[in-house]
T-cell receptor, first 113, second 115 residues
């Protein structure tokens, strides 16, 4: 059974800092991994989807990397801003024919002005 | 881009009421999902559907049922609402896994309070 862990659970940084969020998964037979952002009381917004054949995916100040062999993905946020404050979740489709997706509990990020 | 629409942002119901949560997607996705999200527990899958009239139980189906009569619409039903069903409910949709362009899309969520 796939398990997804995100560390740290919460992070507080001053504005302008570069930061890294971590996601680890137990079953490395994945074909992609998706990072989401969730604002309080809202749904999940997709940030990046990284395929198993890719090592990195970039969108603006965000960069996601994937290392299947070690079961890890990182989300790098450059030059953080107060508007980046949110919870960040990673999600992995389960291997096999079952259509489920396993989520981490998320990292709650606060960027202090 | 894909749009997943949940009919209500906030809902307040009484214990014992029958509650319907509606979700509509506009991209002809085969898969649709209902999750609930609680602090410290993350997202938990209640039910999902991979085709019209087809459904599978998720991790926490007790106290819930679903209906998918049309491909674009997936309804979550609380047969007799209880206070422990107070939660954020999230609907999502996707293509079949391993399809090029697979991605999971979420609605904006329904915060349900059962009093």
């Amino acid at each position: 059974k796939q398990e997804v862990t995100q560390i740290p659970a919460a992070l507080s940084v001053p504005e302008g800092e570069n930061l890294v969020l971590n996601c680890s998964f137990t079953d490395s037979a994945i074909y992609n991994l998706q990072w989401f952002r969730q604002d309080p009381g809202k749904g999940l917004t997709s940030l990046l989807l990284i395929q198993s054949s890719q090592r990195e995916q970039t969108s603006g100040r965000l960069n996601a990397s994937l290392d299947k062999s070690s079961g890890r993905s990182t989300l790098y946020i450059a030059a953080s801003q107060p508007g980046d404050s949110a919870t960040y979740l990673c999600a992995v489709p389960n291997s096999g024919g079952y259509q489920k997706v396993t989520f981490g509990i998320g990292t709650k990020l606060q960027v202090i002005p | 881009d894909v749009k997943v629409t949940q009919s209500s942002r906030y809902l307040v119901k009484r214990t014992g009421e029958k509650v319907f949560l509606e979700c509509v997607q506009d991209m002809d996705h085969e898969n649709m999902f209902w999750y609930r999200q609680d602090p410290g527990l993350g997202l938990r899958l209640i039910y999902f559907s991979y085709d019209v009239k087809m459904k599978e139980k998720g991790d926490i189906p007790e106290g819930y049922s679903v209906s998918r009569e049309k491909k674009e619409r997936f309804s979550l039903i609380l047969e007799s609402a209880s206070t422990n069903q107070t939660s954020m409910y999230l609907c999502a949709s996707s293509l079949v896994q391993r399809t090029p362009g697979w991605k999971l899309f979420f609605g904006s969520g329904t915060q349900l309070s059962v009093l």
